[in-house]
């Protein structure tokens, strides 16, 4: 199995992408530590996030060896992408369809996952080579119903249901066919966050 399709299926099994987009690199390195403790394989850390690209070098090397999988969030450029993967990032996540990320990721063998939202975008992204789309932002515009309207003509297309995705509505994303759901502001909840509760955030993962 190559290292695409273990990735992949890690995304499918674990069907969570924890995604940590804060406003303190600090707070931001205790959220990825409370998602990884907690069972969340797949971690997102966005490139919104103060000192984003150190927070993913330092999860690289925490968690090496282990079941964890780095993923950087908000990715725009080519640069973007080129910085992530000197710091460790295995996944590389787009808000929208960026073709030479894409064909970065490809040529760099990085999995790639690009943002899209009408049928069109989503064909577009998944034929320049994105390896899953992100549906975003799917919670404003139908949320599951959404994804099971548009997946009826491309179901060879893997999505993954992109925010504002709460804890409560999983289930019904899968059902429509969404192969996971990105988890962020539902689980590491502001008020949480902003009172360093840590134990607040990882009761909110257990539910998840």
Known sequence: MSRKEQIFASVRH?????????DDAENARMVART?????????????TTPDAFQIIEWLATEYEGKSITIAAGSVRTVNDAASARRAGAQIIVSPHTAIPVI????EHDLFCVAGAL???EIVTAWEAGADVIKVYPVGLVG???????????IRDIPMLAGGPVAIEQ???YLDAGAVAVNLGGSLAVPEAVRAR??????RRVSLA
Request: proline share 4%; no cysteine.
């Open 14 to 22: 674990h069907v969570i992408i924890g995604v940590v987009r804060e």
């Open 35 to 47: 998602y990884a403790e907690q069972g969340i394989a797949n971690l997102e850390i966005t490139l």
């Open 103 to 106: 064909e970065y990721a490809k």
């Open 118 to 120: 009408s049928v069109t």
């Open 143 to 153: 949320g599951p119903d959404y994804i099971r309207t548009v997946r009826q003509p």
């Open 170 to 172: 999983i289930d019904s």
């Open 197 to 202: 509760n840590w134990k607040e955030i990882a």
